[in-house]
């Protein structure tokens, strides 16, 4: 007789997909645990910062859709659980000429599924949302289920969860390694050697170390946000009369930005960083002139935005995949190892759902959503998906 092994899964990584992945794993009654190497709340992966955009009508492709609502819908459950507040919607003002990626994507997306969505001229906005001032050559999708979310609440929403339903969940437990161990695993950390019959690799950025031989096409970009603070004017950045926005700034490129929170009114250029080898070895600080592509990008929607003080700066990780879709997907080696990597840059509102998805695939090896967009191994990159460089928020 074999012995038992420890847990039923390990999860490597707590950020937003690993945390959710417990919780949605816990839920269904399995002995769980998972393993972070860094500190709760921690500043050095992808789910810090105050904010991430979720949208329904989604520029990339219709095929986020179905995910982006039923993510939608367990947010306010885990809100409802936690009584935290996790997820605000402003609306979304997804902004561009017309018939550029982010205002065609996205007509495309509200047609396809039927979604809400109202077309307004520079001057409609401006009447709405008064902070904007939109060159004469653009238009605005208002998505108005958008909103955004608070990443480090939603993440530490999903731990206490998972935790209330019978998981351990420790922080500061760096992996160290793992191994197959008949058709379970074994998972090395300073502290010991823990088993399991199945492992997801939710580590973000430090997935391609973990996969072992597996030599996962992820390139590591670091980004740069900032917090800017306009003096006047103050209450047009108000969440009730400033949405978050998607502009296409230049064909295939997008900035984005959210309303005044406490560190002031975020802002950013999509996919602007440098390429780093590792995510140990990127460039942490933030200089006093990345700030300028990120103002030039926002004049014409945003002029006196564009021109504010800077307040606050950060940095955080892309995990990029060649076309911006997920990798979500079972190792070719090993079937009993989940690999969730869900960046690109556009992951964080999915999170909710792709923690239940990934707990289904581990306990059924079934999905109810269509996941052959994300498998390893399909590329070169398939026709019909929006993939610029810049495409995803
Ligand atoms: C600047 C920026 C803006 C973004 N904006 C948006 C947005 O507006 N909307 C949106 O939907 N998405 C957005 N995204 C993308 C989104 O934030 C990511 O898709 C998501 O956070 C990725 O979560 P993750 O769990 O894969 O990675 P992470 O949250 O980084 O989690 C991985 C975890 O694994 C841990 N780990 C790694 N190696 C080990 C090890 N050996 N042992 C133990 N633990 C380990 C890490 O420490 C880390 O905590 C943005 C990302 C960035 C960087």
Redesign the pocket.
Known sequence: MTKPRGYDAIV????????ATLFHLARRGLRVLG????SQG?E????H?D????RETYFEHPLYVPLVRRAHELWRELEQASGKSLMKITGGLMIGPADGMVVAGTLRSATEHQLPHEVLTPAQVHERFPAFELAPNLVAVLDPRAG??D?EAC?RAHIDAARAAGATALFN????DWNADGDGVQVR?QGGTYTADRLVL??????T??AHDLKLPLMIER?S?FWLNPSAGRELYEADRFPIYAYEYKAGHIC?GFPRLTRGVKA?VMHSGEIAPD?DSVERGVNDDEVKPLRAALRPVLPTLADAPVRDR??????NTPNHDFIIDFHPLHPQVLI????????????SAIGELQAELLMTGKSRFDLSPFRIGRWPADSGRVSGPSS??
Do not use: D
């Not at 490597?12 to 945390?19: E, H, K, N, Q």
């Not at 950060?314 to 995990?319: K, M, Q, S, V």
């Not at 969730?340 to 999170?351: D, E, L, R, T």
């Open positions: 490597i990584g707590l950020g937003a997909m690993g945390s393993l972070e190497q860094f921690h050095l992966g992808s789910s910062g904010s991430r955009i979720i955004y979310l990443p993440n437990e760096p992996v160290l950390t939710a580590a973000g950025a430090w997935n170390g973990l980004q946000v984005y950013s995510p950060a940095t955080c990780l892309f995990t969730s990597s869900p960046c690109s840059g556009h992951g964080f509102k999915f999170a995803r928020s």
